[in-house]
């Protein structure tokens, strides 16, 4: 399954947990006892049948991701370009190497779209029919995926599922229709721990037909290992160990880190919105210094009627996406902040700056200001301050579904960890993928979905493709404020969700954990259609990895 690998270099990063005893933790977390399905299936369909044969058609499902390279401080010959905004419905994508310059004199090893990390913007209206070219110039193998976009099952971009992974010089066209506007993202689906790990990803915008704002930015959100960057012997503690044994230890905002982030400069009177996208893999919690502001949208969905915010915090798990929204009425400077103890987490401040109408100052002016400015970005809430609770933000209308209402299936994911044919895994009822209980549907059922975090301390921010699911209750508690319509939720240690969807997209299509480490060791089921039959027929040679 998946290559476990160990950095923890004692020039470079220090922990005070050895891997044997972090382990034993790991072992020791995976002994706690887990629940079947609600709803047994019927018996094993043709597209079942098909299905299964798709899975064993992988080489593996875990992670070709090996210890990183490191940044160098020596130039290199190719380094990447800012990303470009692609607003055409006719799209050329190049997967590329090249080398990120994170922040300055320090470039890392990537893998790109179009020579930039993040890829280009890709930007269209909702209804529009989009078509995006992909040529392949890696060595390895790749596929795409558009992240939260409902589209056609042949258009999803898993290797293995529904369609082989791109071999190296070859191309693949994604052709669908944009329907739902929002914030969106596309990334590689082959091998993805690895290959998002190293760069492949973008931003994928679908604009309302009429819209109100007049400064439209995305912000994509990102951590990185890095051997070459030193963390202090004190912060040995606060280090971001993930499930890989590797350390985080830089974080980025559009592939920029610490004074390299670029600041997001708007004028007095306009009409802002900030598009955040999560492409990481640990839960990060932001601070929105601004003193009214609004979370308008979340995963492309609006939030009804949405109460005015001041100086909050945002959790933001990995693939999800969150617009906020506010009219920068006075000059000055606002900005957004990483919450944490450590140097890398407080590393990361985006500047707002606001200038006068008509203000024409130049960038090097601008960093100036910011500079001056430097100390009152460090400040950060109260520990006793509360995140925003979606469940009860915004006020009610009405919606689809309820907890009251009437479902044709009914399933329950305790997610976990344990121990499966002798590897450490992450695992849905007490199963780890391929071999693990798939949810069957049938075009037009009403499905209920009860999700169950048992994990002592890992978060498992769940993402279902091809459709979107409303969120009916926390904690035994239904919601209280707008109805919130998601394809990625976060389910924290101890937390239950109970979502619930319209199955109206014919296909077979994955659920699983989008802290990709956890998705890599087995926390991954699918939703199979019973009334489908795929015409795809995968390569055994292809070298399909689907996570």
Request: aromatic share 8%; glycine share 6%.
């Amino acid at each position: 399954m998946n290559r476990l690998w160990l950095y923890l270099s004692s020039t470079t990063i220090k922990t005070s947990l050895s891997l044997t005893y972090l382990l034993m933790i790991l072992l020791i977390a995976g002994c706690s006892s887990t629940a079947q399905p609600t709803t047994t299936p019927p018996n094993s369909s043709t597209s079942n049948a098909q299905h299964e044969e798709h899975s064993m058609s992988m080489d593996h499902i875990g992670t070709t991701a090996s210890a990183p390279e490191g940044s160098t401080t020596e130039r290199p010959a190719k380094i990447t370009t800012p990303p470009s905004i692609i607003q055409n419905n006719q799209i050329n994508l190049v997967a590329q190497t090249s080398y990120l310059e994170i922040e300055k004199g320090k470039y890392l090893p990537v893998w790109t779209f179009n020579n930039s990390v993040p890829g280009p913007q890709v930007e269209v209206t909702e209804g529009d029919t989009v078509t995006i070219h992909l040529k392949n110039q890696l060595k390895v193998p790749i596929a795409l995926h558009f992240h939260g976009v409902v589209l056609p099952n042949e258009m999803d971009g898993v290797p293995g599922m529904t369609q082989d992974a791109i071999q190296p010089g070859a191309s693949f066209t994604y052709t669908f229709k944009a329907n739902q506007a929002g914030t969106y993202w596309y990334h590689s689906h082959q091998d993805s721990l690895n290959q998002i790990g190293k760069g492949l990803y973008g931003s994928f915008i679908v604009k309302k037909k009429q819209d109100t704002v007049s400064s439209d930015h995305t912000l994509v959100i990102d951590e990185w290992s890095d051997p070459h960057t030193t963390v202090p012997e004190s912060e040995s503690n606060t280090l971001a160990i993930n499930s890989n044994m590797g350390a985080y230890n830089l974080y980025t905002v559009n592939g920029r880190s610490r004074d390299s982030i670029e600041p997001i400069v708007v004028h007095q009177g306009d009409r802002i919105r900030l598009r955040l996208v999560h492409a990481g893999n640990m839960t990060q919690t932001l601070y929105i210094h601004s003193d009214a502001y609004r979370v308008t949208s979340t995963d492309g969905h609006d939030i009804n009627r949405p109460q005015t915010l001041s100086n909050g915090l945002l959790v933001i798990a990995p693939g999800e996406r969150y617009d906020i929204e506010f009219t920068a009425d006075t000059t000055g400077i606002q900005w957004i902040g990483m919450v944490g103890d450590s140097s890398f987490a407080q590393s990361v401040r985006i500047p707002i700056v606001i200038e006068p109408k008509g203000s024409k100052r130049t960038l090097t002016e601008i960093t100036k200001k910011i500079t001056s400015y430097q100390a009152q970005m460090t400040s950060i809430p109260s520990d006793h301050q509360q995140p925003l609770d979606l469940t009860t933000y915004g006020q009610p209308t009405t919606s689809e579904f309820g907890l009251k209402s009437v479902f044709d299936r009914e399933y329950t994911l305790d997610l976990d960890m344990g121990v499966i044919d002798g590897k450490m895994s992450y695992t849905i009822n007490q199963e780890a993928y391929p071999q693990v209980s798939q949810l069957k549907v049938q075009t037009g059922d009403a499905v209920k979905i009860t999700l169950i975090n048992e994990s002592k301390n890992e978060d498992h921010p769940m993402h279902l493709h091809g459709h979107s699911f409303e969120v009916l209750s926390k904690n035994g508690q239904a919601l209280s404020g707008s109805p919130i319509w998601k394809d990625t939720i976060n389910v924290r240690p101890g937390d239950t969700y109970v979502i619930a969807f319209r199955a109206d997209n014919p296909g077979m299509w994955m659920v699983h954990c989008h802290e990709l480490h956890h998705a890599s060791m087995g926390m991954m089921t699918d939703v199979i259609y019973e009334d489908y039959q795929t015409k795809y027929h995968p390569d055994p040679e292809a070298g399909n990895i689907s996570e």
